[in-house]
């Protein structure tokens, strides 16, 4: 079995909001990015991995509670 790994980079749009996804295309700080919807140009700020945003979230702070009905 021969398997493969592809990253998967997000990006949201800082003037219409929108976001589009790339594959395997490594975005740095600072690279310019050109919104696909509006054409904007954005520069990136900071990449956010998912085991940072995990980190940082929920493995400590807990859920919010069960709103009371």
Same mark, same amino acid.
């Given at each position: 079995?021969?398997?493969? =790994?592809?990253?998967?980079? *997000?990006?949201? &749009? #800082?003037? &219409? #909001? ?8 490594? /975005?740095? /700080?600072? #690279?310019?990015?050109? &919104? ?23 493995? *400590?702070?807990? /859920?919010? /509670?069960?709103? =009371?009905?």
């Amino acid at each position: 079995m021969k398997v493969s =790994l592809e990253f998967l980079y *997000h990006f949201r &749009c #800082d003037r &219409c #909001d929108n976001w589009w996804s790339r594959a395997d295309i490594e /975005p740095k /700080p600072g #690279d310019r990015v050109y &919104c696909p919807q509006c054409g904007s140009v954005n520069t990136v700020e900071e990449i956010q991995t998912f085991r940072n945003a995990a980190r940082s979230a929920c493995l *400590h702070t807990p /859920p919010d /509670p069960e709103p =009371l009905t």
